[in-house]
C-alpha cells in the first residue's frame, strides 16, 4: 500500500494484545457491619453484689452455663423463710390426713390445712424465681463478652452486665445505594476484605426514604470477623458472559466516535467501535471488533491509517498493565513475529 511517507517508511514500534472471549465485569465497593444473629445484653433484674464472675471472657460457652452470681441476703432469707412455712404447713396438712375422725369440723380444718399448704407452696416458687434472678446463664451456645462489673461491685436492678453472642450464625450487613441494589439478588457472591467469599442471602426490597439505600445480608465463609466491626464488601453489579473487550488505553476518541487500531499484515488499521459494559478491567466491545483481532494496545499517538508498523506482544495482567516483550533483530511485521513461549 501506498502512503505519504513512502513505501519503505520505517514501521513504528507499537505494543498489541490479542483479542479473546472473557468474562467483563463491573463491581462496587461498599462498607458492611459484622453482626451476630443472636446478640443479648444481659441486665441485672435485682440489686445486690456481685459474688462470683464464673467464666473468662471471649470464651466460648454453652447454653446454661452460670456466667455470674449476685448475693442479695434479703432475697436468701426470704427463700428460707419460705421453705420453713411450707414445711410446717405441709406437717399440719398430713397430721390432719391422718385423722380418721369424718365430723365436719375435722374436715374443715383439713382443707384449711392443705389450702395453707398451697399457698405455702405458691410463695415458695416466687421466692425461688426471685432468688433465680441473682444467677445469670448463658442464653444459647455462645461467646461470652466482657463484663461491665467486677467481683465486689455493688449493681441495681437494670444495669448491664455481660453481652453475649452468637458466633456460628454471623452475617454482613451492606448499605447498598438505590442504582446498584436492583441489580443484586440472592444467592450472589461477594469478596469480603479482598480474600474471603460471602453469599447474599436476603436483598431488602423497600429502600430507606431518607438516605435512598437499601440493606442487603451477607454470610461468610468464615466466622474470624470482629462482631460490630466493620469490613469491605466488593459486589458484582454486572457482568457479560464470554464478551470481547480491551482496556482503555486502546481506544481513543476521533470525529466525536469511538475507535481503534487493529494490526492487518503489518499494518495499522483505523476501526470505529461501538461499546457496552464498562468493566473493572476491560471495556465491552460490541461492534467492530471480532475474536482473535490484534489491538494495539499503546503507541497510538503517531499512527494514521494504514502506516507500518512493528508489534511487540503485551503480557495482559488483571490489573490492566502489560509487561513488554521487545524483539531485537531486523524490521517486522506482525504475521512474522514468534509465538509466546517460543
Request: proline fraction near 3%; include cysteine; charged fraction near 30%.
Amino acid at each position: 500500500m501506498h502512503n505519504a511517507w513512502g513505501d519503505d517508511a520505517q514501521p513504528i514500534v507499537v505494543e498489541v494484545m490479542h483479542v479473546k472471549p472473557e468474562m467483563i465485569s463491573r463491581t462496587v465497593s461498599l462498607v458492611g457491619i459484622v453482626k451476630s444473629d443472636r446478640q443479648a445484653l444481659l441486665y441485672s433484674e435485682v440489686s445486690g453484689i456481685v459474688q462470683k464472675i464464673a467464666v473468662t471472657p471471649g470464651s466460648f460457652i454453652r447454653k446454661d452455663t452460670l456466667l455470674l452470681q449476685l448475693k442479695n441476703d434479703n432475697l436468701q432469707r426470704e427463700y428460707e423463710l419460705c421453705r420453713n412455712k411450707e414445711k410446717y404447713a405441709k406437717r399440719d396438712f398430713d397430721r390432719y390426713k391422718g385423722l380418721f375422725n369424718s365430723q365436719h369440723e375435722s374436715q374443715k380444718a383439713k382443707e384449711s390445712a392443705k389450702e395453707r399448704w398451697l399457698y405455702e407452696q405458691i410463695n415458695v416458687e416466687k421466692a425461688k424465681k426471685a432468688l433465680e434472678n441473682t444467677l445469670f446463664l448463658a442464653p444459647f451456645d455462645g461467646v461470652c463478652g466482657m463484663f461491665k462489673v467486677s467481683e465486689g461491685s455493688a449493681v441495681k436492678a437494670g444495669d448491664p452486665l455481660v453481652e453475649f453472642c452468637d458466633i456460628q450464625h454471623l452475617h454482613v450487613y451492606v448499605d447498598v445505594p438505590e442504582d446498584v441494589i436492583g441489580l443484586l439478588k440472592e444467592g450472589q457472591t461477594a469478596i469480603i476484605n479482598d480474600k474471603y467469599l460471602g453469599l447474599i442471602q436476603s436483598v431488602q426490597k423497600s429502600l430507606d426514604p431518607d438516605t435512598h439505600m437499601g440493606a442487603i445480608k451477607v454470610k461468610p465463609e468464615v466466622l474470624t470477623f470482629n462482631i460490630g466491626g466493620t469490613v469491605r464488601v466488593r459486589l458484582e453489579s454486572s457482568k457479560r458472559e464470554r464478551a470481547l473487550g480491551l482496556l482503555q488505553e486502546a481506544i481513543f476518541l476521533q470525529k466525536g466516535k469511538m475507535h481503534i487500531y487493529l494490526v492487518k499484515n503489518g499494518l495499522a488499521k483505523l476501526q470505529p467501535i461501538e461499546i457496552g459494559l464498562r468493566g473493572d478491567t476491560k471495556i465491552e466491545i460490541t461492534s467492530g471488533l471480532l475474536k482473535d483481532d490484534t489491538v494495539i494496545l499503546r503507541g497510538q499517538s503517531k499512527l494514521y491509517d494504514g502506516c507500518p508498523v512493528q508489534a511487540c506482544m503485551g503480557k495482559y495482567t488483571e490489573n490492566g498493565g502489560a509487561e513488554t516483550l521487545l524483539f531485537e533483530g531486523k524490521k517486522k511485521g506482525f504475521s512474522d513475529l514468534p509465538k509466546k513461549n517460543q
